[in-house]
């Protein structure tokens, strides 16, 4: 993935974040669907609709899939994972709707945790949702930095953990926080929590 699209996913993930007034984590991925106005089904609820789209075996290939039918982006995922994965589904597939990865009448491919080999788009998508549930300057704020904090704060599985983790490593020895104006608003969002979560350690 190339440095502009990083800064697309990004900036994209900070702008959610403002835009939903979000403020708090674990944040809720679903009130973020609402805003959206996303549609949003488990395959379990969502099965007359998968079928409707003639997409039964998507539900056998992957987590979770975005169709944009008539403007509407439908989400669906998989509800027999953990909670944090299904968040994890679903933040990516925003990025998919949010980064216009998916057109009208179109699907999404593949749904999992990073990996490398992974599409552009793929890539995007999972930078997207690691930065919306899991803010770097928060985390940072709070001092979070091993996996086990991350996993735990963020409601994001051990292994979205690990990733955040190490890249919080290279955030820090760089000391780039807060360097852009939309990671500061975040970060103003966020205050009251963070201080609430310090002031009671």
Known sequence: MSYKDYQTARNAAWQILIDCHVDRLPMDIRA????????????DTGWKLIAAFRLQEQTEKTDGFTVLYRDVPYIFYSSSVPESRQRFTIAHEIGHIVLRHVGEGK?????????????ADETQANQFAVRILAPACVLNAL?????????ALCGISRQAAEFRAERMK????????????????????????????????
């Open 107 to 119: 699907y999404t491919i593949m749904n999992r945790e990073p990996a490398p080999g992974d599409s």
């Open 143 to 151: 001092g979070a930095v091993d996996a086990g904090q991350i996993s």
């Open 32 to 43: 973020i669907c609402r805003h959206l106005g996303c549609k949003l089904y488990s395959y």
């Open 170 to 201: 290279q955030l820090r020895t760089r000391g780039k926080f807060l360097s852009h104006p939309l990671e500061r608003e975040v970060m103003r969002q966020f205050e009251p929590f963070v201080r609430s979560r310090l002031g009671s350690l």
